[in-house]
């Protein structure tokens, strides 16, 4: 769970904006989590976060999102939690420049957006990978038990150089996008569906080593507290492994364009 700014970066609201006396629903959660082994997959970044505030500029001075040092630590967060070794913040190069990639310069691209300075991290390494991009048709949306063809179109996979890291399923909202670039090392093959729950039928059908489900603070009511259509009629147990093969094979079949970076 990624943090608001505004949580993160309180003392910067302006005084003309009235801060809430009651207690968050994320504080609520964290509280009723306690030693509870079904919480034990959640992991807030607030902490981290708030610990490389104090050293670094992590979220963008006129957006709402992290910049590149904050998806930085937050990966961290999110490898630790996986138990998988982080890059070395070392392993890249920071720089202060116009953050042209940021959400503030593309949701708003005025002027002073595109030329405000940010942290920009430059990767010392490079991951060769191929890009598939809208390679999920409605065919296989409308297979998947539970009404997956509501699913947004917004989906890519990117194969890595990496032939023996396992395969991450992601589902994410737009902090994902600064995430990804970090993931790469770390995985054969990333599968990213642009979703603020998660889809329980794709995890079936896609059968990868890893899930992380990355949902900001703001839509955390939305993908925990609304109902999942994905868990409609949902049983625990087994679906039938032939119908999930011939899922996955056509889920290949689908990519539509690649592009080698």
Not at 188 to 207: G, M
Not at 229 to 253: E, G, V
Request: aromatic share 14%.
């Amino acid at each position: 769970v990624v943090p608001n700014k505004s949580s993160l970066y309180k003392e910067k609201l302006p005084t003309r904006y009235r801060t809430s006396d009651g207690v968050s629903r994320v504080a609520q959660m964290r509280e009723a989590m306690g030693s509870n082994d079904r919480f034990s997959n959640l992991v807030f970044l607030h902490d981290g976060l708030e610990r490389a505030k104090k050293d670094h500029l992590i979220y963008e001075p006129k957006g709402s999102h992290w910049n590149d040092l904050g998806a930085y630590f937050g990966y961290r967060g999110i490898m630790d939690a996986l138990g998988i070794k982080p890059r070395a913040l070392n392993d890249f190069i920071i720089d202060e420049a116009p953050d042209y990639r940021s959400m503030a310069a593309f949701y708003m691209p005025n002027y002073s957006n595109r030329i405000c300075k940010s942290p920009v991290l430059r990767h010392k390494q490079k991951v060769d990978y191929i890009e598939h991009v809208d390679c999920f048709s409605g065919s296989l949306g409308s297979s998947l038990p539970n009404n997956a063809h509501l699913i947004d179109d917004c989906i890519k996979v990117f194969e890595t150089e990496f032939k023996d890291k396992g395969t991450l399923l992601l589902f994410g909202d737009s902090f994902s996008d600064k995430l990804l670039p970090f993931l790469k090392y770390h995985f054969s093959k990333i599968t990213f569906f642009s979703l603020r729950q998660i889809n329980f039928d794709l995890v079936e059908a896609l059968a990868p080593d890893y899930v992380i489900h990355q949902i900001c603070e703001r839509f955390f009511s939305n993908a925990y507290l609304s109902p999942n259509f994905s868990l409609r009629n949902y049983k625990h147990t087994a679906l039938d492994q032939a119908p999930i093969q011939n899922l996955q094979n056509q889920f290949m079949l689908d990519f539509s364009s690649q592009h080698m970076r």
